[in-house]
């Protein structure tokens, strides 16, 4: 039971004291810091889903509470174009392969 209670005592100094302590603020500084997290947020989600060849507007997806886990979890484990296509030869191959054609 005591470590139990040493561990939501871990969590509790980790996760709420910082939000207490930005939520404790005025009203406008509180509203700075959420907007340029969910900025982030979007940003950062837009940035992975362009690498991964699909469209970025579907970081919107990240402003719905819930919905942003199960959208992590499942874009995790759909297909991803860039690991599937078959590898790029290297310059210096391609260039002697097209020297040889000509000859």
Not at 52 to 72: C, E, H, K, T, Y
Request: charge should be negative; aromatic fraction near 12%; glycine fraction near 6%.
């Amino acid at each position: 039971m005591e470590m139990l209670e040493s561990v939501v005592a871990l969590l509790n100094a980790v996760y709420w004291q910082p939000w207490a302590a930005i939520m404790s603020t005025d009203p406008w500084t509180a509203n700075l810091v959420m907007a340029i997290l969910l900025m982030l947020k979007l940003i950062f989600g837009g940035w992975v889903l362009a690498k991964g060849g699909r469209s970025p507007l579907w970081a919107l997806v990240l402003l719905i509470n819930g919905a942003d886990i199960l959208a992590m979890w499942l874009y995790a484990y759909i297909r991803w174009p860039f690991v599937d296509r078959a590898p790029a030869r290297p310059a210096a191959e391609s260039t002697v392969a097209a020297d040889a054609g000509t000859d």
